[in-house]
């Protein structure tokens, strides 16, 4: 199909149908301090092709690769070891389609995909029944927080002080246009999250409770007396995993008593990508809780042959319903991010996602043993996973960026999360995966000795 632009009598035509004077009356919403009042800055007005290329090039080469350095970056993201077949497969033609699940009779692959995909996120998440997938896990956040008001009919959502600063913005964005009061609180630099205060923060009107599992700052805890708490006054649990790997190792949140849990893919089968695409995950305990889902669900079936099939059993959006009735304005999942989950969760199985699990484990207690050796190093946590706090004498940010010119990415600064608590200023998270090298957690300790001399 050619492209075809619009001639200036089809623009006038268009703005007079709809009542507007000119195209800037489209961008009133828009703060003007925020609007271009012109071309872009710096930039040619046009150039030719292999000039364009050696310019990004020159760019590209700004970027230290992960690959390249000491990595210790975590905090919703994590770098692990993808195998390659997990790219070979997810390009084959039964999978790698320009069709979607709307037509089962030609997305069979896709479907079947899907449905082993939700039965793998519902036993990781010890849930009844999960999703094909969402946007990411900071909006499968909010989807869940909004589910609860459904299910409740309440519209007060509890969010601890421990959950990624980035969802509780979403969640608070998201709330704007719906009427929910979102009660938020910040971390404390302790080694064992504030659950007392969590709970006292849960009343009659709460719709949900929402905490992170491992939380910001690595910690583990146990959720069941959260669940309870939140259980009693008629709320429900929501639960917020980022790091998916963690639940080899650790108890799965439906097994404390978790009512919805959401989260981040990212981990298994999707590279960090500069932060996208990604893959929300969102499962739900309670069966009886799927008709409020967002999303879609992919069911097993049998044909008119009696043969087994797939089809889309439920998709409670409003391009299936009418739209009053949709839960979700979320009109697709990340379907190739879920392939690439699916097939690498497969490829590792059980067994191999516990070895996993373990070494991602055991690097990371090398690596806190270690840096808790260094003078004016504090390893903060007493139970974590692969990610963990360590408090400075110093202010993180400014460490993170001496070190990151050295070829030490050293961590995610909780300055950098929380720029407005103060008391966070010196501390940094550090995530050690299986691509962590011994090596790596050496130079890691050297050049913090170097800088905290």
């Excluded at 995530?431 to 050297?446: G, H, K, N, R, Y």
């Amino acid at each position: 199909m050619r492209y075809l632009p619009l001639t200036d009598t089809d623009r006038s035509d268009m703005l007079a149908t709809i009542g507007a004077d000119s195209i800037d009356d489209l961008f009133t919403d828009v703060p003007e301090e925020a609007r271009l009042d012109g071309p872009i800055h710096g930039l040619p007005m046009h150039a030719s092709e292999m000039a364009v290329e050696k310019h990004m090039r020159r760019l590209s080469k700004k970027n230290l690769a992960a690959a390249d350095a000491a990595f210790f970056l975590g905090a919703g993201a994590y770098k692990h070891h993808v195998p390659a077949s997990v790219d070979h497969i997810i390009q084959r033609g039964e999978f790698l389609t320009a069709y979607t699940p709307y037509q089962p009779e030609i997305a069979q692959g896709t479907l079947q995909m899907l449905f082993e995909f939700q039965t793998q996120v519902a036993r990781l998440y010890g849930c009844a029944v999960a999703n094909a997938s969402m946007y990411d896990g900071s909006t499968a956040c909010w989807e869940a927080v909004a589910m609860a008001g459904r299910v409740t009919k309440r519209k007060r959502a509890v969010l601890s002080g421990a959950l990624h600063p980035h969802y509780a913005e979403v969640v608070k964005t998201m709330a704007k246009f719906t009427g929910d009061t979102i009660a938020d609180a910040k971390p404390s630099i302790q080694p064992e999250p504030d659950t007392t205060g969590l709970r006292d923060r849960i009343d009659e009107e709460t719709s949900c409770v929402v905490v992170q599992y491992p939380d910001i700052l690595g910690r583990v805890n146990d959720l069941t007396e959260i669940a309870e708490a939140a259980h009693a006054k008629g709320a429900l649990l929501v639960v917020v995993n980022t790091e998916p790997v963690a639940l080899g190792a650790i108890k799965s949140p439906g097994e404390m008593g978790a009512d919805i849990v959401v989260g981040e893919g990212q981990s298994i089968g999707v590279g960090l990508n500069f932060g996208g695409p990604y893959l929300g995950l969102f499962a739900v305990r309670n069966p009886k809780h799927v008709r409020q889902m967002p999303g879609r669900l992919c069911g097993e079936t049998t044909d008119a042959e009696g043969k087994r099939g797939f089809v889309l059993t439920l998709s409670t959006r409003e391009q299936h319903i009418r739209r009053e009735k949709a839960t979700s304005n979320i009109c697709t999942n990340s379907g190739l991010c879920a392939l690439a989950f699916n097939v690498h969760m497969t490829l590792l199985g059980e067994k191999g996602l516990r070895q996993l699990a373990a070494e991602n484990h055991r690097l990371a207690c090398l690596a806190a043993d270690k840096l808790a050796q260094v003078p004016g190093v504090t390893v903060l946590n007493s139970a974590f996973f692969n990610e963990f706090t360590i408090v400075l004498e110093t202010d993180a940010r400014a460490l993170v960026r001496k070190l990151a010119a050295k070829n030490v990415l050293a961590g995610v600064s909780l300055g950098r999360l929380f720029p407005d608590v103060d008391a966070l200023s010196q501390g940094l998270l550090v995530a050690v995966t299986e691509t962590t090298s011994e090596e790596d957690i050496e130079t890691l300790c050297s050049a913090l000795k170097e800088e905290l001399a």
